[in-house]
């Protein structure tokens, strides 16, 4: 037993750690360009906004598991199949940047506004206020975001396992649930509380250190 | 330096500025002082550009604001340090991380040897050499300010405004920020503009002032005589004459500016017109390096007129009080 969850923590980590790592890069770009256009942003632009705003909030909308059928094809293009360990990043991915969008964009915004304008002052560009003020500043905040999406990411990885993904929440369903196994589903629900335990202790620790 | 005509602003039906026009000189200490909300601050802002006006005209250093964008803006911003009331530093920055990022904005390495010699000839100016590796955090109010005067002053601004930026500190360290501004004034030669509410502030440090009621300015010239003969205005923000004047007779406030404010005009009032009065209320106040005051007397109707003559014959400036 403990071998074959040995193998599902290592699919769960790898699904969760590239899927975090693409969803916060790619997430990030809506939520610069969300922060930059709202109404106290550096250039105030309702339309791109709102479009922005109500992707957004349409992404977010799907449950995942729903979510995760509906972009099969788009996952067979990007990973070459639609089932497996790799396959599952995707739609992990696509579900994440939405998510991580609005939490960046949160932190992005929760920098005083004092202090962007005091960038300004001394004749800062645009782009230097993004990366050296606005970016700088919110990095406790988007460190705690960071930590959301990836206890996210693990909830959501365990549903991949209804599509072949594998991991934790796959070894859960298929020994806990199918073959009636109560010790797989008892050791797969504490290897994932002891888990997500740990990355919250990580965040916290590094949101701490950083601010 | 500064030359703003007939300036108007609207944010959206609202008037917040109506036909401002003021002039500052080159090196002066110019103060602009009203209650919140007078529009006093968006005055400032328009002068760096931070805000945009409807109407009118502001010119710096002969450019006028209206007509400047984009990379002429930020060359022109560099020209101009602001000071705030929350002081506005990075949080994650420390003190010498703070005053160089103008530095960096202007594509210098924040190490490099001239950064270094700049950053901490500031510091050591703003008297904060032993908190260079402190976060703003670890510091109080006043020095948080200092960073911020280090900070405002390391591109060489020709103009330093100050928005309400001993707003939000104790009397004592105000007083050590203004002899600070005032000191950089005339060590640097660098023309201040000062918007406050705290009348305080103008008195010690301001050569002349600006007092600015709903979006007009109503009253302009030196403090000392702005505050020891007020307007009406004027007389309203700082509270009016205390409730506690006699009702009976004739009240006669003088006043004593300049080169008045030494005489002994009250006794000699006394002795040359052999008549008797009481003196009522009085007040002396500082105003930068001079003391001026004033002084309410209670005169009897029949002297009226012969006091009025002498104080005219003694030039002393002198009002009745109704």
Redesign the interface.
């Given at each position: 037993m403990m071998g074959t969850i040995l193998q599902a923590l290592g699919e769960t980590l790898y699904m969760v750690g590239i899927s975090t790592l693409l969803s916060v890069v790619i997430g990030f770009i809506p939520a610069v360009i969300l922060t930059i256009t709202a109404k106290d942003g550096l250039h105030p632009n309702k339309a791109v906004y709102g479009v922005l705003d109500f992707l957004v909030n349409v992404f977010r909308s799907f449950p995942f598991i729903i979510l995760m059928i509906i972009i099969i094809p788009f996952t067979r293009l990007v990973a070459g199949r639609a089932i497996g360990t790799t396959a599952a990043i995707v739609p992990l991915t696509v579900s994440a940047i939405p998510f991580v969008a609005r939490v960046m964009e949160s932190a992005l915004r929760s920098v005083?506004p004092?202090?962007i304008?005091?960038?300004?002052?001394?004749?800062?560009?645009d782009a230097?206020i993004i990366f050296?003020?606005y970016m700088?500043?919110s990095?406790?905040s988007v460190l705690a975001g960071i930590t959301l999406t990836v206890i996210n990411l693990v909830g959501y990885s365990a549903m991949g396992g209804a599509l072949g993904a594998g991991g934790l929440g796959d070894v859960a369903i298929r020994y806990g649930y199918q073959e009636y196994r109560i010790d797989y589903l008892i050791v797969t629900s504490l290897v994932l509380i002891v888990f997500v335990q740990l990355v919250q202790y990580i965040g916290n620790k590094l949101y701490d250190f950083?601010? | 330096m500064i030359e703003i005509k007939n300036l108007c602003k609207k944010f959206g039906e609202t008037e917040i500025l109506k036909n401002v026009s003021l002039h500052i000189d080159d090196g002066e200490i110019y103060g602009i002082i009203g209650q919140s909300g007078a529009g006093k601050s968006t005055l400032l802002r328009c002068i760096?550009g931070?805000e945009t006006y409807d109407s009118g005209s502001l010119e710096v250093m002969g450019k006028e604001i209206s007509g400047i964008s984009g990379k002429g803006?930020?060359?022109?911003?560099?020209q101009?340090?602001?000071i705030?009331q929350?002081f506005?530093?990075?949080?994650?920055?420390n003190v010498y991380d703070n005053v160089a990022?103008?530095l960096?904005?202007?594509g210098a390495k924040k190490n490099s040897p001239e950064s270094k010699k700049k950053v901490m000839n500031l510091l050591k100016l703003v008297g904060l050499t032993d908190k260079v590796h402190s976060k703003p955090s670890e510091l109080s109010g006043g020095q948080e300010q200092r960073v911020?005067i280090a900070?405002a002053l390391v591109?060489d601004p020709k103009v330093l405004l100050c928005d309400e930026a001993t707003s939000a500190l104790d009397p004592q360290t105000t007083k050590d920020i203004l002899s600070l501004l005032l000191r950089i004034n005339s060590e640097m030669g660098i023309t201040i503009v000062i918007v406050t509410h705290q009348m305080e502030v103008v008195k010690q440090i301001c050569s002349r002032v600006a007092f600015i009621k709903d979006g007009r300015i109503v009253a302009e010239g030196k403090p000392e005589h702005l505050f020891v003969m007020p307007n009406d205005d004027i007389k309203q923000f700082l509270g009016g004459m205390p409730d506690v004047l006699p009702k009976t007779d004739v009240n006669i406030q003088l006043f004593f500016t300049d080169e008045h404010a030494a005489d002994p005009v009250i006794t000699r009032l006394a002795r040359n017109l052999g008549i008797d009065f009481s003196i009522v209320w009085g007040k002396i106040e500082n105003f930068r390096s001079d003391v001026m005051g004033s002084l309410v007397i209670n005169i009897k109707e029949k002297d009226k007129n012969r006091v009025a003559e002498y104080l005219n014959q003694q030039k002393v400036l002198w009002e009745v009080l109704k």
């Open positions: 005083d004092g202090v304008e005091a960038a300004k002052s001394f004749g800062a560009s230097q050296r003020v700088k500043e990095v406790p950083s601010l | 760096d931070l803006l930020r060359a022109f911003r560099k101009i340090g602001v705030f929350n506005n530093l990075l949080k994650r920055n990022l103008p960096q904005f202007w911020a900070r591109l």
